[in-house]
């Protein structure tokens, strides 16, 4: 069973940084596009990153561009956001998501049905 699994989320003063990883199980991520998703409550899921299969190409969000990294070590099968400069605004769950295996390239990767496995969320929250 494919399977992503998030961790590093936590409380974080504003302007803290926090580093979310995704690690998978039952497939290798080291060839897949993977997408950073994110839900606060009441507001729909939104697209925060993506990074193309090779790692060369990455896309951010309006709302996080200079303050979010995406990046991947593919001898260890992770992707991380590092995530810098954190707001209040940031506070919500973060889902990390891949494309199926056949894509390269994130294309049009901020909506949610362009990807195919997700992992269960992890809560970050911005607050003093």
């Known amino acids: ?39 606060a409550p009441g507001k729909e899921r939104e697209g925060v990153s993506c990074i193309s299969s090779s790692g060369t190409s990455t ?15 593919k001898a260890k099968n992770t992707v991380y956001l590092q995530m810098n400069s954190l707001k209040p605004e940031d506070t919500a769950i973060y889902y990390c998501t891949a494309k199926s295996m056949d894509r390269r390239l994130c294309g049009n990767w901020n909506s949610s049905s362009a990807f195919q496995s997700w992992g269960q969320g992890i809560q970050v929250t911005v607050s003093s």
């Open 1 to 39: 069973q494919l399977q992503l699994v998030e961790s590093g989320g936590d409380l974080v003063q504003p302007g803290g940084s926090l580093r979310l990883t995704c690690v998978a199980s039952g497939f290798t991520l080291r060839d897949s596009v993977i997408g950073w998703f994110r839900q």
């Open 59 to 73: 896309h951010y969000a309006d709302s996080v561009q200079g303050r979010f990294t995406i990046s991947r070590d």
